[in-house]
């Protein structure tokens, strides 16, 4: 029985090929010349290759009707510009459908950004009841609970746990393993230098934020699948602007109480408003002066 509910969910002939969605039984048509032709009209993308395995070779009633309608000027446009995408994905191997927007050259990867989505990750994984977590509270007492359960922080309170030598005495042997390989992506990777062994360093710090159940966010993700991308000398890549924005962020939360509301935002850009004195605005003020009234 569970042999054949894994041969009918794996089997590619309950999707739609034109919107990709599941079809129940009853509603699954064959791909005729007609859908063909109607498809290749709309999309500009010829339907072949059906003889591929992984392919379904059905479409839903409904996908059928609105090409029905769309061919006859019944019907504007289609429920959907682009169609889904079949492609043979294969497991350990970059997939790419369509060529990239921007050239990944040109992508720089900021260290910063990375370093706090790091950090967010493994404070996330931490036992909220355990010493580590508490540690973190007494040293940063300033921040509020929700902050410190969602893992953000910004870059010099990172330094400053990483220069606090009794914080790594308050984990267990898995935050100890995380946190110590996390160290050594900062100071070897994610800085000025680039250790020889900088693959071998990120490998280890992804199997141990692993075995601590970190969940695999878009700056791992980096690291994972484009670590051949990064600059030979990630410390080229200013944090200045990243460190200003951050710091400026915890005067204005520290001012309004850990309150976010819009009015925290409109003063926050007030803000860098004043700072630019040598700004020239259009409408200047003119001074006015009325004859007194005999």
Not at 156 to 176: A, C, G, T, V
Not at 244 to 255: C, G, S, Y
Request: net charge positive.
């Amino acid at each position: 029985m569970s042999s054949s509910r894994r041969s009918r969910l794996n089997n590619p002939n309950t999707f739609c090929y034109v919107c990709g969605e599941y079809v129940v039984k009853k509603l699954r048509k064959p791909i005729t010349e007609f859908v063909k032709k109607a498809y290749f009209a709309y999309f500009k993308i010829e339907i072949k290759d059906l003889d591929r395995p992984w392919l379904p070779k059905i479409v839903c009633k409904m996908c059928i009707e609105h090409l029905r309608q769309w061919t006859s000027g019944k019907r504007a446009h289609m429920k959907f510009s682009v169609p889904m995408i079949w492609e043979n994905m294969v497991a350990g191997k970059q997939n790419v459908i369509k060529p990239p927007l921007v050239y990944r050259d040109k992508i720089i990867f900021p260290p910063l950004h990375i370093k706090l989505g790091l950090m967010k990750q493994y404070v996330k994984a931490l036992d909220k009841t355990g010493s580590c977590f508490a540690f973190i509270s007494k040293k940063f007492p300033g921040l509020s609970t929700e902050k410190l359960k969602a893992g953000i922080f910004d870059g010099p309170q990172i330094r400053h746990l990483i220069k606090d030598k009794d914080f790594i005495n308050s984990m267990n042997n898995l935050e100890s393993a995380a946190w110590k390989s996390f160290v050594k992506v900062v100071q070897n990777f994610l800085g000025n230098e680039k250790a020889e062994n900088y693959v071998e360093l990120v490998q280890d710090l992804l199997n141990n934020f692993k075995n601590l159940g970190c969940n695999m966010s878009i700056k791992m993700h980096y690291l994972h699948s484009h670590l051949e991308k990064f600059p030979e000398n990630l410390g080229s890549c200013s944090e200045e602007q990243g460190e200003r924005f951050h710091q400026d962020l915890k005067v204005m939360e520290d001012r309004y109480q850990g309150r976010w509301d819009e009015h925290m935002m409109a003063d926050y850009c007030w803000s860098i408003t004043r700072d630019c004195q040598n700004n020239v605005h259009c409408k200047k003020a003119r001074k006015r002066s009325f004859l007194p009234v005999k």
